[in-house]
T-cell receptor, first 114, second 112 residues
Framework: ETGVTQTPRHLVMGMTNKKSLKCEQH?????MYWYKQSAKKPLELMFV???????ENNSVPSRFSPECPNSSHLFLHLHTLQPEDSALYLC?????????????FGDGTRLSIL | KQEVTQIPAALSVPEGENLVLNCSFT??????LQWFRQDPGKGLTSLLL?????REQTSGRLNASLDKSSGRSTLYIAASQPGDSATYLC???????????FGQGTTLQVKP
């Protein structure tokens, strides 16, 4: 059990749909992250939230809209996605500013865009 | 810009073998380096974290070494088991950005 739960595990959507990915952590962490893992590419950081505030947006297209209502929950709102957005989206949590603490990852949401 | 390379990309070995996975990174300005394991369709599990001042870290049958100045790390797996089959990812924590930079991983298959 990782302590970081992501839902749904799988999502298939059309390019005109709107959906949201959810992440919840029970580790008492105050940093949360969204990563994208595409086939044959390294894991890429998308967004970082520290104490509910966004501190990093790694040049992510606006069709991805993150939301962090509290330190335990993180959402990724999706709209008008493209086929190249099909990937595994991973959420992680950690301790802000403490680089000696490992990040803890969820099992991800496998997203397929039709 | 930090770049991470993992060699080999894939590895298949019989059970019981000792093996070494390699990771190289281009910028030696790192805070630490983590090795992760990823099972198919799953997230990442942290295996070992080596501080930039350390040379190695051990956990059970796993031993990770770090040579920061040369930009290299290795993950040594002793007496491999079929349950070790997974993708292993190396990720230095970039000292300039505070971000984890991932390699593409080594996919390991241990045959019974």
């Amino acid at each position: 059990e990782t302590g970081v739960t992501q839902t749904p595990r799988h999502l298939v959507m059309g390019m005109t749909n709107k959906k949201s990915l959810k992440c919840e952590q029970h580790l008492g962490h105050n940093a949360m992250y969204w990563y994208k893992q595409s086939a044959k590419k390294p894991l890429e950081l998308m967004f970082v939230y520290n104490f509910k505030e966004q501190t990093e947006n790694n040049s992510v297209p606006s069709r991805f809209s993150p939301e962090c209502p509290n330190s335990s929950h993180l959402f990724l709102h999706l709209h008008t996605l493209q086929p190249e957005d099909s990937a595994l989206y991973l959420c992680a949590s950690g301790v802000p500013g403490d680089f000696n603490q490992p990040q803890h990852f969820g099992d991800g949401t496998r997203l397929s865009i039709l | 810009k930090q770049e991470v390379t993992q060699i080999p990309a894939a590895l298949s070995v019989p059970e019981g073998e000792n093996l070494v996975l390699n990771c190289s990174f281009t910028d030696s300005a790192i805070y630490n380096l983590q090795w992760f394991r990823q099972d198919p369709g799953k997230g990442l599990t942290s295996l070992l974290l080596i501080q930039s001042s350390q040379r190695e870290q051990t956990s059970g049958r796993l031993n990770a070494s770090l040579d920061k100045s040369s930009g290299r790390s290795t993950l040594y797996i002793a007496a491999s088991q079929p349950g070790d089959s997974a993708t292993y990812l190396c990720a230095p924590l970039d000292g300039n950005t505070g971000k984890l930079i991932f390699g593409q991983g080594t996919t390991l298959q241990v045959k019974p």
